[in-house]
């Protein structure tokens, strides 16, 4: 086996093993708790493979997918953006109220939520940024009390300044979107897969616009001088400033780029679904992304797949109830997918450090044949 092919083989396997490991815990508890675990495996696949529960999944992927590519941005800096909850909640919110008041033509009245969803976003997290080159103060302490904060924000402006009853689907929210600003559903290419839909299920069109994000991210990161700059900033940022690369202003953009993308993982709800920002929002997508991005490897394509498994294991879950069967399985599940995966990361990073070193000793063995050869002639 060569040296790409073990390194592709221990990449794959870390994900296959937490995967396999969280099944296995998971049948452990559900043994325990008095469920056979093979029929209640047997029963969420099959719940999760009629087309109603294929487009649920893939409408909780998305927000999971956006939310991952912010934290991943961040992870291949080793900068740690744990604010992409409030950044979302921010973003959502400004996005459903000058969406409502501003009326820009066609389409443009989506690009419009957008950009503000984006550049709030951008700023809230530029604002840690901002600490941490100009006082020190660690991304982590800072996003993650600037969670709490964005989110009281969001709960005075809503109760005391955005609030309107027309249109809310319970409780207090924001003035409804118009018609302009509804993203399309994608129905119709749900059709030419095969997926036969009721009217009441829809596939959030925010998933194409998900997918161009995406492809950008990973074309950002690996073909640009920006995403050279991150990941050498990411390594050793000493030796990169000394390539001349300002360490200060990576962290920086690298904030803002997370924060950027942060903000969008409300739009496929608010665009596609609620229509409105309301205390009934989602809550707990930025966390989920923290899961996403670590079991994906801060890739786009790995977290588009853990996003995929994390809204298939939400929606098979909800077949559980019928039955008497605690639904938090899948949240075990989906827990024990993130600390093995942590672990089998580790164990691979470790393997492959031995692998290499190996190959240095070898190869200093070889050089050296030679010159002893040299010497005793």
Request: glycine share 10%.
């Amino acid at each position: 086996m060569s040296g790409v092919t073990r390194r592709v083989a221990l990449s794959a396997a870390a994900p296959v093993s937490a995967a396999l490991l969280a099944t296995a815990i998971a049948a452990l508890v559900l043994g325990l708790s008095g469920h056979p675990p093979l029929p209640t495996f047997a029963m969420m696949i099959d719940y999760a493979r009629t087309p109603e529960s294929i487009v649920s999944a893939l409408n909780r992927a998305v927000p999971y997918f956006l939310a991952g590519l912010a934290v991943a941005v961040g992870f291949r800096m080793k900068l740690f953006n744990i604010g992409v909850e409030g950044q979302y909640q921010l973003g959502a919110l400004s996005g459903a109220a000058l969406g409502a008041v501003v009326h820009p033509p066609g389409a443009l009245h989506i690009a419009f939520i957008v950009v503000i969803a984006a550049a709030v976003g951008a700023a809230w997290a530029g604002l840690a940024g901002w600490l941490k080159v100009a006082r020190g103060v660690n991304e982590v302490i800072s996003t993650l009390m600037l969670n709490y904060i964005a989110v009281a924000i969001a709960a005075y402006l809503l109760a005391n300044h955005l609030a309107s009853t027309a249109g809310a689907s319970t409780g207090t929210a924001t003035r409804p979107l118009p018609e302009s600003a509804r993203m399309p559903s994608l129905n119709s290419l749900a059709g030419a897969l095969g997926l036969s839909l009721p009217p009441t299920v829809a596939l959030w069109g925010f998933l194409g616009i998900a997918l161009v994000i995406g492809a950008g991210v990973h074309y950002l990161l690996t073909r640009t001088w920006y995403g050279y700059q991150l990941r050498a900033t990411g390594l050793n940022a000493p030796a990169a400033e000394a390539n001349g690369i300002d360490p200060r202003r990576m962290v920086v953009i690298t904030m803002l780029l997370s924060g950027g993308l942060a903000g969008l993982a409300g739009l496929p709800y608010l665009l596609g679904q609620s229509h409105s920002y309301g205390l009934d929002f989602p809550a707990g997508i930025g966390f989920t992304g923290i899961a996403v991005a670590l079991l994906g490897r801060n890739r786009p394509a790995g977290i588009a797949a853990a996003a995929l498994l994390f809204g298939l294991l939400e929606r098979s879950a909800q077949i559980l109830d019928l039955d008497g069967i605690p639904k938090e399985i899948a949240t075990i599940m989906q827990g024990v997918i993130v600390l093995s995966v942590v672990i089998a990361y580790e164990v691979v990073k470790r393997s492959t450090a031995r692998q290499a070193a190996r190959l240095v000793r070898a190869r200093s063995a070889d050089s050296a044949r030679p010159a002893e050869r040299a010497v005793a002639l």
